[in-house]
């Protein structure tokens, strides 16, 4: 990796500009890249699955890295032959040109897998439901996402940011920030600041079953989270519901902690 000319000089040897459409703001300092693998390491060897490499910062840490096999999925097709430009021939990276939001992660990878992305902000959300609800559960997942976004991953009851997105997220994993990262670290740099969220998935999943009730509860009781759980259930059940669940009806979802939601989707008919 240290014989590659830098990020910058490959992007301009290319020709490529970042796409807003694509929710493109690149990371081009290697430390910065090197610092997000090792704190979503150490991968000992397995498959690492990379969302939106881009121009290849993030990418470029992973070859340096313990991990496996690594495999790209971009959208972008301008970003495919600069990625070519990684691949030592050795069979270790596969690049795949494709929309993540559509792609089968079990089809990429045999087993298990880490995820680690920037993530395009535009549909960072998305990609983290269908990775959290999906069949295929990843090992961890390294994401950055707007901090705004990455703090309602990881909030706990009481915090402002605490909703759905958390409750979703704690329970299938822990939910950590690990990083902040200003907006001037990218290029361009986006509106806001970002940050990186680590999660590890729990050793006891929720059934699909199980998280599509969290969903109806959840999208219910923070839908109207200045009410109280006995007016904002009403459609669900109410106050017997949160009788059946063991939870005072007279409260806010925003003090509820995720074994409460978890309660009161076990509850529903
Ligand atoms: N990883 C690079 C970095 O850190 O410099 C680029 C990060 S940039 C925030 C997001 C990347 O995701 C871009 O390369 C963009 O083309 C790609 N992307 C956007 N939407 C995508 C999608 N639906 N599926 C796969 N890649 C996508």
């Given at each position: 990796?240290?014989?590659?000319?830098?990020?910058?000089?490959?992007?301009?040897?290319?020709?490529?500009?970042?796409?807003?459409?694509?929710?493109?703001?690149?990371?081009?300092?290697?430390?910065?890249?090197?610092?997000?693998?090792?704190?979503?390491?150490?991968?000992?060897?397995?498959?690492?699955?990379?969302?939106?490499?881009?121009?290849?910062?993030?990418?470029?840490?992973?070859?340096?890295?313990?991990?496996?096999?690594?495999?790209?999925?971009?959208?972008?097709?301008?970003?495919?032959?600069?990625?070519?430009?990684?691949?030592?021939?050795?069979?270790?990276?596969?690049?795949?040109?494709?929309?993540?939001?559509?792609?089968?992660?079990?089809?990429?990878?045999?087993?298990?897998?880490?995820?680690?992305?920037?993530?395009?902000?535009?549909?960072?959300?998305?990609?983290?439901?269908?990775?959290?609800?999906?069949?295929?559960?990843?090992?961890?997942?390294?994401?950055?996402?707007?901090?705004?976004?990455?703090e309602r991953v990881a909030a706990g009851p009481g915090d402002d940011a605490y909703g759905r997105?958390?409750?979703?997220?704690?329970?299938?994993?822990?939910?950590?920030?690990v990083m902040h990262l200003p907006a001037a670290a990218f290029t361009p740099p986006p509106k806001?600041?970002?940050?990186?969220?680590?999660?590890?998935?729990?050793?006891?999943?929720?059934?699909?079953?199980?998280?599509?009730?969290?969903?109806?509860?959840?999208?219910?009781?923070?839908?109207?989270?200045?009410?109280?759980?006995?007016?904002?259930?009403?459609?669900?059940?109410?106050?017997?519901?949160?009788?059946?669940?063991?939870?005072?009806?007279?409260?806010?979802?925003?003090?509820?902690?995720?074994?409460?939601?978890?309660?009161?989707?076990?509850?529903?008919?």
């Amino acid at each position: 990796m240290t014989d590659l000319p830098s990020l910058r000089e490959t992007l301009d040897a290319h020709g490529l500009l970042a796409k807003k459409s694509f929710g493109q703001h690149f990371l081009l300092d290697l430390n910065v890249t090197r610092k997000i693998v090792r704190l979503a390491g150490p991968f000992e060897g397995r498959a690492v699955i990379e969302v939106g490499p881009g121009p290849g910062g993030l990418t470029r840490a992973l070859l340096e890295s313990d991990a496996g096999p690594v495999v790209l999925v971009e959208k972008d097709p301008r970003f495919i032959p600069l990625l070519s430009e990684l691949d030592d021939g050795s069979g270790r990276l596969t690049i795949v040109e494709a929309d993540a939001l559509k792609v089968k992660e079990a089809d990429l990878v045999s087993g298990p897998a880490h995820m680690v992305s920037n993530l395009p902000y535009n549909v960072g959300t998305a990609l983290l439901i269908k990775w959290l609800t999906g069949p295929w559960l990843p090992h961890s997942l390294t994401l950055m996402f707007q901090k705004e976004v990455a703090e309602r991953v990881a909030a706990g009851p009481g915090d402002d940011a605490y909703g759905r997105l958390a409750v979703i997220s704690q329970a299938v994993c822990t939910a950590r920030i690990v990083m902040h990262l200003p907006a001037a670290a990218f290029t361009p740099p986006p509106k806001v600041a970002s940050a990186v969220v680590h999660l590890v998935p729990l050793d006891e999943r929720p059934s699909p079953e199980r998280l599509k009730k969290l969903e109806r509860v959840t999208a219910a009781a923070f839908g109207q989270r200045r009410k109280m759980l006995r007016s904002s259930l009403k459609q669900l059940g109410g106050a017997e519901l949160c009788e059946a669940a063991g939870i005072e009806p007279d409260v806010r979802a925003e003090t509820v902690d995720v074994a409460g939601f978890l309660r009161l989707a076990d509850a529903l008919a």
